[in-house]
């Protein structure tokens, strides 16, 4: 059974610092490409970023450019999230999600239970 | 950006009912659209690619159609565990965007 399971998500203070992790099973992760969504609290989703299996192509929504860094272990099956100079903005839960191929536009399918981040004084 | 919008943003229905979303792409984006259904509390849970192919294990009531930008997505015989929300989304171009989501409640 494929598995996604994000952790590190915590409370921040606006302008700090956080490194979300997501450990991957059930499949060839490094077979397929992976990103991360978000979803505000009450709010629609929002896609963060994406990368592809070998790391060649990696994406950011415009609102994180400059700002977070995603990037990926193959040897340990795990993807991450480096998430600098938070805002409020950013608070959200964030999804671990498995593209269908090895890219980063071809379609998500499995999302892992999210990690929750809140950037708040 | 390609704008994703979806109608209704809510709908009522009752179990048995046949029900259908709308989801418009502000640009052609092919059948390069996906759905997913997300529970209260739950992670969105993948339905359908390529606009009208069903991700294994998905069961046929559910059904995708359209091209271009205008799409579909209709649940034949409701039952109490299709209550949930429906989201579109294309991956026709990056950034991969998301629509605002339809509320399926009794």
């Known amino acids: 059974e494929v598995q996604l399971v994000e952790s590190g998500g915590d409370v921040v203070q606006p302008g700090g610092s956080l490194r979300l992790s997501c450990a991957a099973a059930?499949?060839?992760?490094?077979?397929?490409?992976m990103h991360w969504v978000r979803q505000a609290p009450g709010k629609g989703l929002e896609w963060v970023s994406g990368?592809?299996?070998?790391?060649?192509?990696?994406v950011y929504a415009d609102s994180v450019k400059g700002r977070f860094t995603i990037s990926r272990d193959n040897a340990k099956s795990a993807l991450y999230l480096e998430m600098n100079t938070l805002r409020t903005e950013d608070t959200a839960l964030y999804y671990c999600?498995?593209?269908?191929?090895?890219?980063?536009?071809?379609?998500?399918?499995?999302w892992g239970q999210g990690t929750k981040v809140t950037v708040s004084s | 950006d390609i704008q994703m919008t979806q109608s209704p943003s809510s709908l009522s229905a009752s179990v048995g009912d046949r029900v259908t979303i709308t989801c418009r792409a502000s640009?052609?984006?092919?059948?390069?659209l996906a759905w997913f259904q997300q529970k209260p509390g739950r992670a969105p849970k993948a339905l359908m690619f390529?606009?009208?192919s069903l991700q294994p294990g998905v069961p046929s009531k559910f059904s995708g159609s359209g091209s271009g930008t205008d799409f579909t997505l209709t649940i034949t015989s409701l039952q109490p565990e299709d209550f949930a929300s429906y989201f579109c989304?294309?991956?026709?171009?990056?950034?991969?965007?998301f629509g605002g989501g339809t509320k399926v409640e009794v």
């Open positions: 989304q294309q991956y026709y171009n990056l950034p991969l965007t």
């Open positions: 390529a606009a009208s």
């Open positions: 640009q052609d984006i092919h059948t390069y």
């Open positions: 990368i592809s299996w070998n790391t060649n192509s990696i």
């Open positions: 999600v498995k593209d269908r191929r090895n890219s980063v536009h071809d379609g998500l399918d499995v």
């Open positions: 059930g499949f060839t992760f490094d077979d397929y490409g």
